[in-house]
């Protein structure tokens, strides 16, 4: 079963497609969670998604906005969407009838 | 500041593979962060990377197999060479008389041992070379800085914690369990003083051990690039020079053969036979000195034939 952070990661890249590298994957992670997202977390955790094939990486074009530097394209294996796929529905399953509102548990 | 953080964030990054190196660097030019994130971000990778290697079962090996083993034989042979050369200082230092200039004894004398001191701290320095330099070619080079580090961190704690000052009092106890001649104790007036008991140890140590260490390290790490037949020859001879050390210290299975627990001569004690052997360990510790000059002569041909093209 996925990590949460392993999650987060794979959707990120498999809804930027072929926009998927690391800084887009950190922004889009940040802008979902509102909390920042360090680069060492995200590097490492992409290597363990490739070395448990469910991402593919290679180094990419640069980019004058790179300072000519190129970056990490990440692109989600079919093992890696049906990892996430399994992970979104057990949490969907867990989570029914799960109201997370205070005044319903009050 | 924060030019200082970006500066110290790029040389943390060079500890990374040049690939992810240059990734990283072009994520934190497009994210637009301060120095100081860019640095606690690189700084965070960096020890994640180095983390996971310790993890893996090679650096252990590593650890037990060569940096500590190693690291221990140099600590005793620093700390050994410390305490001659601090005696020697004493003498000279600390019971100096202008007298002694006008006397041709004192000249002589002088000359002797500043030309063995000298030997030996060369001899200490061509081992830690050869030491760092079997490091630095077993290891992979995203390994090297790792067991840099731990190579460092093994010989403090072996400073810190007495070891050859421990094996000296085993070797002590082993003479008088088999009534063996005694070995002569340390000279009490030299060691009381603070400067000869601790720092000049530690001079001799970080100049002496750490430093050509490191270089050897660099340079070990760098040998792929060697012809093969020439790679296989700096490999025996490098593992040569180590069991010279390794014959040479007492504290180990050859302790006995010393009366005094200082080798006098490598060859003492050991069968005639042997001597010959022996004797050309003694000259292969010396290996590093042929291996700079080759290496200097090479660089000044190559910037030669650049400068002529």
Not at chain 1, 23 to 28: F, L, M, N, P, S
Not at chain 2, 156 to 177: C, D, I, K, M, N
Request: charged share 15%.
């Amino acid at each position: 079963m996925l990590g949460e952070f392993e999650y987060l990661v794979l959707s990120a890249a498999f809804r930027l497609g072929t926009d998927a590298y690391g800084a887009a994957i950190r922004r889009a992670i940040e802008d979902a969670t509102g909390r920042g997202c360090s680069i060492g977390a995200l590097y490492t955790t992409l290597d363990r998604l490739e070395n448990k094939g469910l991402v593919k990486t290679w180094m990419g074009a640069s980019t004058p906005e790179r300072g000519g530097r190129s970056k990490r394209i990440v692109s989600v294996t079919s093992k890696g969407v049906q990892a996430a796929s399994s992970f979104y529905k057990a949490v969907t399953r867990v989570s029914r009838d799960v109201s997370w509102s205070m005044a319903d548990q009050a | 500041m924060d030019r200082i953080c970006w500066r110290l964030a790029n040389v943390l990054s060079e500890a990374l593979a040049p690939t992810e190196r240059d990734a990283v660097r072009g994520d934190l030019m497009e994210s637009h962060e301060s120095g100081s994130e860019a640095l606690r971000d690189v700084l965070g990778l960096v020890i994640r990377r180095y983390a996971a290697l310790l993890s893996d079962w090679r650096t252990w090996v590593a650890l037990l197999g060569l940096i500590i083993p190693v690291s221990m034989l140099l600590s005793i042979a620093s700390q050994n060479l410390a305490g001659i050369g601090s005696v020697y200082s004493w003498l000279y230092f600390n019971n100096w008389d202008w007298g002694l200039l006008r006397s041709r004894g004192f000249w002589y004398v002088l000359s002797e041992s500043a030309r063995e001191l000298a030997g030996r701290y060369l001899t200490l320095a061509c081992w830690s070379w050869s030491a760092g330099f079997l490091l630095g070619r077993t290891s992979a080079p995203r390994r090297a800085p790792l067991n840099s580090v731990l190579f460092f961190l093994t010989l403090l704690f072996v400073v810190l914690v007495g070891a050859p000052r421990y094996l000296t009092f085993f070797s002590q106890e082993v003479h008088r369990a088999l009534a063996l001649p005694r070995i002569s104790n340390s000279n009490d007036p030299v060691s009381a003083l603070m400067f000869y008991r601790v720092i000049f140890p530690l001079l001799v140590q970080a100049f002496l051990v750490a430093v050509p260490a490191v270089w050897g390290i660099y340079e070990g790490v760098r040998v792929e690039k060697f012809r093969p037949a020439l790679r296989k020859v700096v490999w025996a001879v490098s593992i040569s020079s180590l069991i010279a050390l390794l014959i040479q210290q007492p504290g180990l299975v050859f302790l006995l053969l010393w009366e005094s627990g200082m080798p006098p001569q490598m060859w003492h004690g050991w069968p005639p036979a042997l001597h010959p052997v022996v004797q050309l360990l003694h000259w292969i510790v010396y290996w590093p000195l042929a291996y700079w000059v080759t290496r200097a002569l090479g660089h000044r041909r190559t910037r030669a034939e650049t400068v002529l093209a």
